[in-house]
C-alpha cells in the first residue's frame, strides 16, 4: 500500500524560505509513469495546486506560484521535496504531497495517494 | 479566487440525489475530458471519488457518478448517506502551462 508523509518546520519566519520534504513508501518515485506533487490549502479555504514532477520526465508548477517554488527529489531516499522562498501570511495552509495516477491518456488532475497534510503557518 | 466556480453549499435528505456543478471555460473544462472530483472530511486529506469525468476509482461507491456538458461538469451523489457529508472539490486539466486547476468547493450537507 502507497504511504506518503509530509515532514517539515510548523512554523516559518516572513520572507523566510518554506521547506518541506514528502516521503514515499510502498513504491519508487523513480517510476516515470507517475507524477508527484504537492497542494496546499489554507486554514478554512479551498485547495491549490502547486506543482508535479515525474522522475527524469517533466516538472510543472503552477503560474502564480512558479517564481517562488523549487521541487526536488531523491531517489536513494524515495522522497521529494518543496521549497517556496520569500514566504508571507498567504502562504499558511496545510501543505499536502500526493501522487498523480496516470491513465492512458492523463496524468492530471488525477491525485490519487494523498499524505495526511502538515500545516505550515507564517509568522513572526 | 479560485479558476473554477462551484457552489457554496449543496445539500438533500438521506436517500436523495443532489448534484453540485463545476463551471469553467472553454481552456479548462469545456477543452478536455480530464476533470476529477474529490472528498473531503474534516481534517483529512482529499479523496479522489471521480476522474476523467466519469470513472470511478477502485472503492467508490457507484452512488457517485460524474458528466459534463460545455464548460460545466457535474458531480452527483445518488442516494444520500450521512458519511457523504463533506466538502467537495472539482479539479481539471487546463494545458500544459497550468496543468491544474481547482474548484474553491461545495460544502454537502446530509439534512
Known amino acids: 500500500q502507497l504511504q506518503l508523509q509530509e515532514s517539515g518546520p510548523g512554523l516559518v519566519k516572513p520572507s523566510e524560505t518554506l521547506s518541506l520534504t514528502c516521503t514515499v513508501s510502498g513504491g519508487p518515485i523513480s517510476r516515470t509513469n507517475y507524477f508527484w506533487g504537492w497542494i496546499r490549502q489554507p486554514p478554512g479555504k479551498g485547495l491549490e495546486w502547486i506543482g508535479s514532477?515525474?522522475?527524469?520526465?517533466?516538472?510543472y508548477y503552477n503560474p502564480s506560484l512558479k517564481s517562488r517554488v523549487t521541487i526536488s527529489v531523491d531517489t536513494s531516499k524515495n522522497q521529494f521535496s518543496l521549497k517556496l522562498t520569500s514566504v508571507t501570511a498567504a502562504d499558511t495552509a496545510v501543505y499536502y504531497c500526493a501522487r498523480n495516477y496516470c491513465s492512458s491518456s492523463s496524468c492530471f488532475p488525477n491525485f490519487d495517494y494523498w499524505g495526511q497534510g502538515t500545516l505550515v503557518t507564517v509568522s513572526a | 479566487q479560485s479558476a473554477l466556480t462551484q457552489p457554496p453549499s449543496a445539500s438533500g435528505s438521506p436517500g436523495q440525489s443532489v448534484t453540485i456543478s463545476c463551471t469553467g471555460t472553454s481552456s479548462d473544462v469545456g477543452a478536455y475530458n480530464y476533470v476529477s472530483w474529490y472528498q473531503q472530511h474534516p481534517g483529512k486529506a482529499p479523496k479522489l471519488m471521480i476522474y476523467e469525468v466519469i470513472k470511478r476509482p477502485s472503492g467508490v461507491p457507484d452512488r457517485f457518478s460524474g458528466s459534463k456538458s460545455g464548460n460545466t461538469a457535474s458531480l452527483t451523489v445518488s442516494g444520500l448517506q450521512a458519511e457523504d457529508e463533506a466538502d467537495y472539490y472539482c479539479s481539471s486539466y487546463a494545458g500544459s502551462n497550468n496543468p491544474v486547476v481547482f474548484g474553491g468547493g461545495t460544502k454537502l450537507t446530509v439534512l
Open positions: 514532477f515525474a522522475y527524469s520526465v517533466s516538472t
